[in-house]
């Protein structure tokens, strides 16, 4: 996009507020890897959640809860959002960011690796948003499909990773794992979906069958 453009769409849709900034500054005071989503990939989430009329949401990779704050704030003051996370600072630091967010009641961080942690949450989940180690996203991704309701959302950031997944040249272990996500949503006859070229590339698929 142009960047005039770019500009004028965040401005006007995605514009962070102060606590939102105070979180970012945070990540960077603390050390935390600057991967975060951006605010213009947060606001389309935030728009397909409110359209699937999102109440209880798992993100894998919780990092320092940027993108939790806004995946919970849009949510119904009931909702819940479910929040993995290795990481014991990057816990830290989430849960210090969705206090300072006022989001604590409507946020778990569970704390323990992506796999384990997916195999015992229980369905059913309106959306599920995938953005921890890339690797493994075959596997999350099979364990998404479980949780999801049939309407249910779901998300894979970093569904381009730099380009990575074109170059056929390249066959490090995060690009095999992207690709393996992208096939499989692509070809599953239980999901409609497409990649949006947001930042490093979203992908967005819904779970229309059982
Ligand atoms: N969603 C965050 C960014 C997540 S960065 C945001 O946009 O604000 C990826 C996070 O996943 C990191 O914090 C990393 O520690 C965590 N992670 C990586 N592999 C993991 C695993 N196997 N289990 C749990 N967390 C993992
Ligand atoms: C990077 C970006 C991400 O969104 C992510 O989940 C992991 C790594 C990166 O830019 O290195
Ligand atoms: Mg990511």
Do not use: C
Request: aromatic share 4%.
């Amino acid at each position: 996009m142009d960047e005039r453009v770019a500009a004028y769409v965040q401005h006007l849709f995605a514009r962070e507020d102060s606590v939102l900034q105070a979180i970012r500054a945070r990540h960077t005071h603390e050390g935390l890897p600057d991967i975060a989503i951006s605010p213009e990939e947060a606001q389309l989430i935030a728009v397909l959640l409110h359209a699937v009329g999102a109440r209880r949401v798992l993100e894998v990779g919780t990092l320092g809860g940027y993108s939790g704050v806004w995946i919970a704030r849009a949510l119904p003051r009931e909702g819940k959002l479910y929040t993995i996370e290795h990481d014991p600072e990057h816990v830290r630091v989430a849960r210090e960011s969705f206090a300072a967010a006022g989001v604590e009641d409507r946020v778990d961080v569970l704390m323990g690796d992506a796999g384990d942690v997916m195999a015992r949450v229980e369905p059913p989940m309106d959306a599920v948003f995938l953005d921890a180690d890339k690797p493994p996203l075959g596997e999350y991704y099979r364990a998404a499909m479980r949780l999801l309701r049939v309407g249910g959302l779901l998300l894979v950031d970093n569904a381009l990773l730099g380009h990575r997944v074109v170059d056929p040249a390249d066959g490090g272990d995060d690009v095999v794992g992207v690709r393996a996500v992208n096939t499989l949503a692509a070809t599953d006859p239980r999901v409609v979906a497409t990649i949006v070229p947001v930042r490093d590339g979203l992908l967005i698929g819904v779970k229309v069958a059982d």
